[in-house]
């Protein structure tokens, strides 16, 4: 019903599609919007406690969605959606505030949310707390890079911005002891690129 970019799009429990927040061509959105595949149709929801962009969505395992991070000097803010009832409801707070970060659903049913614009710091939600805890540092800080959950359980980060210069260098985050750790570089620098885990277990990386 509204036109925005910068926004997010969860594919949610029920088949429907959840559309957070983002901007128009004058201001920062709270208005949220459900896409319902067997009708075609749109239909607005609860809005979010604040407007947003830049931010993550990522679907939690009990159905609803945690959203975290804002185009916001600051915001730490985070909250939560609930598909059954339509609402919002905030959570605990983020340890710093992030934005153009990644937010990847770890295999224990937390969130790692890593990078943000001069942010080489990650943190880890908690559901059955609703409480964020701050865990190892990557060794730069990247905004529009991207995060991969591997066949292994560990996460990849590749490439980004770290406010100067593209990056090409990659990192891997180990859930069990919450550090990161080197890896093999891109061959060429990349930001605003893709990843996607291929069925063998190696990742794509493309555009930029």
Do not use: C
Not at 64 to 72: P, Q, R, W
Not at 195 to 208: D, E, I, Q, R, Y
Request: without cysteine; aromatic residues 6%.
């Amino acid at each position: 019903t509204t036109p925005r970019q910068y926004h997010t799009a969860t594919l949610l429990s029920n088949g429907t599609v959840l559309v957070a927040g983002g901007g128009d061509a004058n201001h920062v959105l709270s208005s949220v919007e459900l896409y319902d595949p067997a009708t075609g149709r749109w239909m607005e929801t609860g809005p979010m406690s604040i407007p947003r962009q830049y931010h993550t969505a990522t679907l939690l395992p009990n159905g609803k969605v945690l959203v975290a991070g804002n185009y916001a000097a600051g915001d730490s803010t985070a909250e939560l959606y609930d598909p059954a009832a339509g609402t919002w409801t905030p959570t605990g707070p983020l340890t710093s505030g992030h934005e153009f970060h990644t937010a990847t659903l770890l295999p224990n049913g937390k969130v790692l949310v890593a990078g943000g614009w001069g942010e080489s710091g990650a943190e880890v939600y908690d559901p059955s707390k609703g409480t964020w805890t701050a865990v190892g540092a990557m060794s730069t800080a990247r905004i529009n890079h991207t995060a991969t959950l591997l066949l292994n359980d560990k996460v990849l980060v590749t490439g980004g911005y770290d406010g100067s210069v593209t990056l090409s260098s990659a990192e891997i985050y180990d859930v069990v002891t919450g550090t990161w750790a080197p890896t093999g570089a891109l061959i060429t620098a990349q930001r605003n690129h893709t990843a996607t885990l291929l069925p063998n277990g190696k990742v794509l990386v493309a555009g930029g």
